[in-house]
């Protein structure tokens, strides 16, 4: 029973730290006592703080209360309380009204009364704590973690049931194995079901929350997976019924109970622990990497933990035609507004970088449409192979990196040129075709486009490293599931100085509705953003903000969690397979064992001998190395578990071989214990 107890503790607790680790990834602001999760999509009034009045009278009339997650300026996570007096109601005003609030408990009263207020656009979303478990098991960075844990505790189970099997084979010749079946079944379940929960029990304590979906979702995936562990349990005990249904009760008896079937499916598990446990320390290492290249950029991302991404509606779905064309003076008032809101920001407030999209496609479009004889674009002769290496950017941009990396080198900007083009030295040969390329990308025309007199150069030193912020716009780094390689060296950045445009001249269309415009794709420093939107009128397109930095941070968390569960298979999967390597070999020697003690006591050679009883493992592990390689295409790291797995089985032989010495006299006589 205390094995039984030690293997369902184990697995118990294994199963609940991948299980928090997974939950974290869905995000852990899910924590209050909520049904409802509100999100305000949009704002079209001109007053904030009357409008998150009116919110708080209404939910006070309604008897909900709204908890809305903020973080403070120094990036701390809180959270804010409408519809109850508070501290943070002040700090909840001074935050953008769009975003997401999750509500107490859902109300009619409160819906229709939000209904009314024209001012805001809302979507509800009912909260089901079902949504975790299913995230789990299926779309969960640890999912493979949670099967493959399953699977052991299967393995693992059998391997205790078989270590009593001389136990069971009693109760099978006295009538009564299907009683010692259903008390075994029940001794997992019951041990299952108290650690189950003791550990809902502390992981609802360690929140101080009882009913917040966070709570009640890890009760219920864990739940689930309890229940998953009995049935495993249950599987586990009629597997171990059928093996002692197909030996002889005497050769159980005699300790010879490992018969082909009962062999093959102990060594089909150590087979598959080894390809498994492969494929885990092969994934723990490429995961490392990541978590190590994650950390790395973490320190830089920090430098901006004060800046945010806004999302804007810049409202063309309200202002376009019957043949779905823009409404010509809605487009000339929108890029004077963008240009007036790009043009607002000091240089430090405003970083923009994104790469360059003139690739062999467009560099065929802008030609076809330089060499038409209406056209008033300049043709110039291009190169779009360089496009990999030029980044546009902002002033902000090239500040922060001489932050970031002090012995940078950008040289003097000249303050009167529209673009500085900073060029590493050993790239200064292609200096034209770069001035063409951007050119080009801008699509200027004759007469008031960008023209090689608009440039400033800058020749800089090789192997400049420069942090690129690439936080995937038009999508959050969680979604996008991998954040992209950071630094970069001997990029061409080309700083537009959007102080220098003027919403008279053509070449404003180009920068502004090129991949050259900054507008709603810009880090901005937070205190900046809402005093400039309402400078520029532009407050009610405001949608939301992320705060990259802090998504990134997360990022960081998702990749530990994901790195933790491979881990915690590692360990699993290496207990367990020792523990059933140690149960296979020490019965197959015991089945053989007369015979390797009497070659001992008449001087034969018991080496033929053993390797006949150990070729089928030794084989079977190279097999499994082999298949390892063709799915990791590590080769070395497979030959390294390969040899340890070999050391390890001639650790247990050498063990069983003294075992057998040391009882020379009971295994001739057959009464060997």
Same mark, same amino acid.
């Given at each position: 029973m205390k094995l039984r107890g030690i293997v369902s503790l184990v697995m118990a607790v294994l199963l609940s730290l991948i299980i928090v680790g997974s939950m974290s990834e869905v995000g852990q602001i899910i924590r209050y006592p909520a049904s409802t999760k509100m999100t305000i999509t949009e704002f079209l009034g001109k007053n904030k703080v009357e409008t998150f009045n009116e919110i708080n009278k209404l939910a006070k009339e309604s008897g909900i209360i709204i908890y809305k997650?903020?973080?403070?300026?120094?990036?701390?996570?809180?959270?804010?309380?409408?519809?109850?007096?508070?501290?943070?109601?002040?700090?909840?005003?001074?935050?953008? @009204?769009?975003?997401? /609030?999750? @509500?107490?408990? +859902?109300? +009619?009263?409160?819906?229709?009364g939000i209904a009314t207020m024209s001012v805001l656009k809302v979507n509800y979303l009912r909260l089901s704590p079902f949504v975790f478990p299913l995230f789990l098991f299926s779309q969960? %960075?640890?999912?493979?973690?949670?099967?493959? !844990? !399953?699977?052991?505790?299967?393995?693992?189970? /059998?391997?205790?049931?078989? %270590?009593?099997?001389?136990?069971?084979?009693?109760?099978?010749?006295?009538?009564?194995?299907?009683?010692?079946?259903?008390?075994?079944? @029940?001794?997992?379940?019951?041990?299952?079901?108290?650690?189950?929960?003791?550990?809902?029990?502390?992981?609802? @304590?360690?929140?101080?929350?009882?009913?917040?979906?966070?709570?009640?979702?890890?009760?219920?995936?864990?739940?689930?997976?309890?229940?998953?562990?009995?049935? =495993?349990?249950f599987f586990a005990n009629i597997l171990f019924a059928f093996v002692l249904k197909t030996h002889p009760v005497v050769s159980i008896l005699k300790n010879r109970y490992v018969n082909r079937f009962g062999g093959a499916v102990y060594m089909i598990s150590i087979l598959l622990s080894m390809i498994i446990f492969t494929l885990s320390i092969n994934a723990s290492i490429?995961?490392?990497?990541? !978590?190590?290249?994650?950390?790395?950029?973490?320190?830089?991302?920090?430098?901006?933990?004060? /800046?945010?991404?806004?999302?804007?509606?810049?409202?063309?779905g309200l202002n376009v035609d019957a043949n779905h064309m823009l409404n010509q003076e809605y487009l000339v008032n929108q890029i004077k507004s963008e240009l007036n809101f790009n043009q607002s920001f000091s240089d430090g +407030?405003?970083?923009?970088?994104?790469?360059? %999209?003139? +690739?062999?496609?467009?560099?065929?479009?802008? !030609?076809?449409?330089? %060499?038409?004889?209406?056209?008033?674009?300049?043709?110039?002769?291009?190169?779009?192979?360089?496009?990999?290496?030029?980044?546009?950017?902002?002033?902000g941009f090239i500040l922060m990196n001489e932050k970031l990396f002090p012995k940078n080198s950008f040289?003097?900007?000249?303050?009167?040129?529209?673009?500085?083009?900073?060029?590493?030295?050993? =790239?200064?040969?292609?200096?034209?075709?770069?001035?063409?390329?951007?050119?080009?990308?801008?699509?200027?025309?004759?007469?008031?486009?960008?023209s090689s007199g608009d440039f400033n150069l800058s020749i800089i030193p090789d192997n400049q490293e420069v942090f690129l912020f690439d936080f995937n716009p038009g999508r959050t780094p969680f979604m996008a599931g991998n954040l992209p390689k950071q630094t970069a060296r001997n990029k061409i950045l080309v700083q537009v100085n959007y102080k220098k445009l003027s919403s008279l001249t053509d070449n404003v269309a180009g920068l502004m509705g090129g991949n050259t415009t900054p507008y709603g794709t810009a880090l901005i420093y937070k205190k900046e953003l809402l005093k400039k939107l309402n400078e520029n009128n532009l407050q009610n397109q405001l949608v939301s903000v992320d705060n990259i930095s802090a998504d990134v941070e997360q990022l960081s968390k998702t990749v530990t969690t994901e790195l933790q569960g491979t881990i915690i298979v590692m360990i699993s999967v290496i207990l367990s397979s020792l523990f059933i390597l140690w149960k296979y070999l020490g019965n197959l020697y015991l089945r053989f064992s007369k015979v390797l003690v009497i070659h001992s006591l008449f001087g034969g050679n018991e080496i033929w001998q053993e390797i006949k009883i150990l070729s089928p493992i030794l084989f079977g592990s190279f097999i499994s190395a082999g298949i390892s390689g063709y799915l990791t295409g590590n080769w070395f790291l497979c030959a390294i578990i390969f040899a340890l797995y070999v050391v390890e089985i001639l650790v247990v032989v050498l063990m069983n071989k003294w075992h057998i010495r040391e009882?020379?006299?009971q295994i001739v006589k057959d009464s060997l214990e």
């Open positions: 997650p903020l973080v403070t300026d120094d990036g701390s996570p809180v959270t804010g309380k409408l519809g109850v007096e508070q501290a943070r109601i002040s700090e909840i005003k001074n935050r953008t @009204l769009t975003g997401d /609030y999750y @509500l107490s408990h +859902d109300s +009619d009263q409160f819906r229709q969960s %960075a640890n999912a493979p973690s949670v099967w493959i !844990l !399953l699977a052991v505790f299967f393995v693992s189970v /059998y391997a205790v049931e078989m %270590a009593y099997v001389k136990k069971g084979m009693i109760y099978r010749s006295l009538g009564r194995l299907s009683n010692y079946l259903l008390r075994n079944i @029940l001794v997992y379940s019951t041990f299952l079901f108290v650690i189950g929960g003791v550990i809902i029990g502390i992981f609802a @304590l360690s929140q101080a929350s009882v009913d917040s979906v966070y709570v009640i979702g890890f009760a219920i995936s864990f739940g689930i997976s309890i229940f998953l562990l009995m049935l =495993l349990s490429k995961t490392a990497i990541h !978590l190590r290249d994650y950390n790395q950029s973490i320190s830089k991302w920090k430098s901006i933990k004060n /800046y945010v991404l806004p999302s804007f509606d810049d409202g063309e +407030d405003f970083i923009f970088a994104r790469a360059s %999209a003139f +690739d062999k496609n467009m560099e065929k479009y802008y !030609l076809e449409a330089a %060499a038409n004889p209406e056209s008033r674009i300049a043709q110039v002769k291009t190169d779009s192979s360089l496009s990999s290496q030029i980044m546009y950017v902002s002033r040289g003097e900007t000249n303050s009167s040129k529209l673009i500085t083009i900073y060029i590493p030295k050993s =790239l200064k040969k292609y200096t034209q075709s770069i001035e063409n390329n951007v050119i080009a990308e801008t699509f200027p025309v004759v007469t008031s486009g960008v009882k020379r006299v």
